[in-house]
């Protein structure tokens, strides 16, 4: 049987299996979580649980290192979201454009200026993007890792259901980390994002981070791999990267007020 066959007797048997065994077992639990278990679970909301507020107030200080309200923190939400808006008015008054600001953005997402032909240019324009990123990191942060890090595509196997670009992570302190880009519906990927990409998943973000983190020697495994909110994942802040200082037989527990993490300091690009 010519693979050809064999591909299509295969598909043929895993779309049986779908409909016959994996649909109804899915529309089932489905069935399950909306007529019995939701009807018998609780109120998740954290102020109805036991002690919810201190808890929900203690993951916003994980989260925000800072040591404000969660209250607080809403509030300088808002009013960030505000000024940012005002910059944006500003700033699309400054180009000449005439319209409100949802046409604007619909230009932005539209206009063909805004977007590469084939994928072969966009990851190489994203590899320009990374040239000049590293010399202005070492200015702001004086450490880089040692660990270095490449600009690859989704494979096109899931590229349809992937996000614009991740950084892919390999095992510390072995081999370089590729971020991968997007390559699918060119359309959609823009050259106004790639700036803030390319520092969010690289340098000053996640690889610059990450990596540092999983180059700290002195400290257990777990502190140089430990996934930190507060330092792997916040876009607008990086990891203070000093020499380590923890007590590690002293780790401060919820309980105490703190825990041990590196603080996030703005990137000032």
Same mark, same amino acid.
């Given at each position: 049987?010519?693979?050809? +066959?064999?591909?299509?007797?295969?598909?043929?048997?895993?779309?049986?299996?779908?409909? +016959?065994?994996?649909?109804?077992?899915?529309?089932?639990?489905?069935?399950?979580?909306? @007529?019995?278990?939701?009807? &018998?679970?609780?109120? @998740?909301?954290?102020?109805?649980?036991?002690?919810?507020?201190? =808890?929900?107030?203690?993951?916003?200080?994980?989260?925000?290192?800072?040591?404000?309200?969660?209250? #607080?923190?809403?509030? &300088?939400?808002?009013?960030?979201?505000?000024?940012?808006?005002?910059?944006? $008015?500003?700033?699309?008054?400054?180009?000449?454009?005439?319209?409100?600001?949802?046409?604007?953005?619909?230009?932005?997402?539209?206009?063909?200026?805004?977007?590469?032909? $084939?994928?072969?240019?966009?990851?190489?324009?994203?590899?320009?993007?990374?040239?000049?990123?590293?010399?202005?990191?070492?200015?702001?942060?004086?450490?880089?890792?040692?660990?270095?890090?490449?600009?690859?595509?989704?494979?096109?196997?899931?590229?349809?259901?992937?996000?614009?670009?991740?950084?892919?992570?390999?095992?510390?302190?072995?081999?370089?980390?590729?971020? &991968?880009?997007?390559?699918?519906?060119? $359309?959609?990927?823009?050259? =106004?994002?790639?700036?803030?990409?390319?520092?969010?998943?690289?340098?000053?973000?996640?690889?610059?981070?990450?990596?540092?983190?999983? #180059?700290? #020697?002195?400290?257990? #495994?777990?502190?140089?791999?430990?996934?930190?909110?507060?330092?792997?994942?916040?876009?607008?802040?990086?990891?203070?990267?000093?020499?380590?200082? =923890?007590?590690?037989?002293?780790?401060?527990?919820?309980?105490?007020?703190?825990?041990?993490?590196?603080?996030?300091?703005?990137?000032? =690009?």
């Amino acid at each position: 049987m010519e693979w050809r +066959e064999r591909q299509s007797a295969s598909s043929r048997r895993c779309g049986a299996r779908l409909q +016959e065994q994996d649909r109804p077992a899915f529309q089932r639990l489905q069935a399950y979580l909306t @007529n019995t278990y939701s009807a &018998l679970a609780r109120d @998740n909301r954290h102020e109805r649980a036991p002690d919810g507020a201190a =808890w929900y107030a203690y993951n916003v200080k994980v989260h925000t290192t800072t040591r404000r309200t969660p209250r #607080e923190i809403h509030e &300088l939400g808002l009013s960030e979201v505000k000024r940012i808006r005002a910059q944006m $008015d500003s700033l699309i008054r400054s180009t000449g454009f005439v319209g409100e600001f949802a046409a604007f953005t619909h230009m932005l997402r539209t206009d063909p200026k805004f977007f590469y032909a $084939d994928s072969a240019t966009l990851v190489r324009a994203y590899r320009d993007i990374t040239k000049t990123h590293r010399p202005r990191a070492a200015q702001a942060f004086g450490r880089l890792p040692r660990l270095p890090y490449g600009v690859s595509t989704i494979p096109s196997y899931s590229a349809p259901s992937q996000t614009t670009a991740y950084y892919q992570g390999a095992l510390p302190k072995r081999t370089g980390r590729p971020v &991968l880009r997007q390559h699918y519906k060119l $359309d959609t990927r823009p050259t =106004w994002e790639m700036e803030v990409l390319t520092s969010h998943e690289a340098v000053p973000g996640h690889h610059l981070q990450i990596a540092i983190s999983q #180059e700290l #020697e002195g400290i257990p #495994e777990f502190g140089a791999t430990a996934d930190i909110p507060r330092s792997s994942k916040d876009g607008l802040s990086t990891p203070r990267v000093s020499a380590p200082s =923890w007590d590690w037989k002293r780790i401060r527990t919820p309980s105490s007020g703190s825990s041990p993490t590196r603080c996030g300091v703005r990137s000032g =690009w």
